[in-house]
């Protein structure tokens, strides 16, 4: 961990009636005493004038934390001015001429997970709470700060313990009968981790469609509705709509909400050869922003046969007002009339909520969950087939991804790649 001073905004760019400006470090208290120009005791605000090199600019709170009992370990000074941006950036320069530098993204809740003070998974939940997009997304970026995820882990780890321990056992003393279970057993036990392992993974990938949003793209033959449906889906009209084929050019995007999801709604340009530059650039983009959606709406006609779909692939019949027989596997609507349409909403989240439990949304999490279950199936195989020696090495593997998991013995790459995520000032 850093022992030099870290300053930066905590609080939004922009004006407001109030900006925070904080400082970490085991020097911070005696940089924002320079910046006061007056004493700050610990834990008690007190009203003070801002100070640089060309004399007081504005007046305030300042606040000193003692470490190691501050969120993340080391003293703490927060500096709360008038929410002018340039008052605020004129503090956080008089706090650099004072010894501090400015802290990199994330750097503040890095020091806390370095300190003891958290782990990795509640760091990432802090970020999660930051860049949730719905209500649902908050509360459980919220939920992932309360433990239940490392307590998890805790959990996972102990267990795999205890699975190593007994193949240990079977090579040190095996003719002493200190195992407690046969290899059937032990076995059947490694295959619950690996299940439980891979159930709070798809947790986790659910939770991070929550907090972070998903991206839902319609695509389709020219003049099948797309632009109507889109419209209907966003509530209004977003997209142009006419009965000339190839009317959709260009992707055109909205916000949404559906349930716990929000949207990132796309309308492609209809799939078809286009000879005129513009237009032929147009469909390329809408086949770049379809293949990287989390779903896509294939539209085709009520009536029509089913289209092919892959796995990330839901098929829709338009026009169901009209009579035509909506085929087997599409969802049945009437972008026209509004016929179906809530069902279809309903239709993509499950898809894409479906009935999983939503945990932590950190898809770093949930890589490492499919390690541990990877190294716990593994176990149990090579048990069965190479002995209780392979088994152990496969099995260590697990407890590598779980202590990496929760940030214990974690690569300082791993770091690096969780925090640059976050804001700078968090």
């Given amino acids: 961990m850093g022992d030099d001073v870290i300053v930066a905004l905590a609080t939004p760019v922009g004006r407001s009636a109030l900006a925070v400006v904080r400082l970490t470090g085991d020097a911070a208290i005696a940089v924002g005493q320079r910046v006061c120009g007056r004493m700050l005791p610990a ?17 305030g709170l300042a606040v000193a934390f003692v470490g190691p009992g501050t969120a993340t370990g080391q003293d703490v000074v927060e500096l709360s001015c008038h929410g002018q941006p340039l008052i605020a950036e004129r503090l956080v320069g008089a706090c650099l001429a004072a010894g501090a530098r400015i802290a990199r993204p994330g750097e503040f809740t890095r020091r806390a997970v370095e300190a003891g003070r958290m782990d990795l998974i509640e760091a990432e939940a802090v970020d999660a709470l930051i860049r949730a997009d719905t209500a649902e997304g908050v509360a459980l970026a919220r939920a992932g700060r309360n433990g239940a995820i490392s307590a998890q882990l805790t959990a996972f780890r102990a267990e795999m313990i205890g699975a190593i321990a007994e193949l240990e056992a ?103 050869e286009a000879d005129e530059p513009v237009e032929a650039a147009g469909i390329a983009l809408g086949r770049r922003l379809a293949d990287e959606a989390d779903l896509r709406l294939v539209v085709v006609w009520a009536g029509s046969p089913p289209p092919p779909l892959g796995p990330r692939d839901l098929g829709v019949a338009n026009a169901i007002d009209l009579g035509g027989r909506v085929a087997d596997g599409l969802v049945g609507v009437s972008a026209r009339t509004g016929d179906g349409v809530a069902g279809l909403r309903e239709v993509i989240v499950g898809r894409l909520v479906g009935a999983v439990s939503p945990r932590s949304g950190s898809l770093r999490l949930a890589s490492a969950l499919r390690s541990l279950s990877a190294a716990a199936r593994g176990a149990a195989e090579a048990l069965a087939d190479a002995g209780p020696a392979a088994a152990a090495s496969v099995a260590t593997d697990g407890l590598t991804a779980i202590d990496e998991a929760g940030g214990h013995g974690a690569r300082e790459a791993i770091l690096d790649a969780v925090f640059s995520r976050f804001c700078i000032g968090k």
Avoid: M
């Fill in 43 to 59: 834990r008690r605000p007190v009203y003070t004038r801002f100070r640089d090199a060309e004399g007081a600019f504005d007046d």
């Fill in 170 to 272: 079977r090579l040190d003393w095996p003719d002493d009968g200190l195992t407690f279970e046969d290899d059937d057993a032990l076995s059947e036990r490694l295959r619950g981790i690996a299940a439980s392992a891979d159930e709070v993974a798809d947790g986790c990938e659910v939770g991070r469609r929550i907090v972070e949003g998903v991206t839902v793209a319609l695509v389709g033959a020219p003049n099948v509705g797309k632009s109507s449906l889109f419209n209907a889906l966003a509530g209004q009209a977003r997209a142009l709509v006419h009965d000339r084929p190839g009317t959709t050019r260009d992707a055109v995007e909205t916000r949404i909400q559906l349930g716990p999801l929000a949207v990132r709604l796309i309308d492609t340009a209809g799939e078809r």
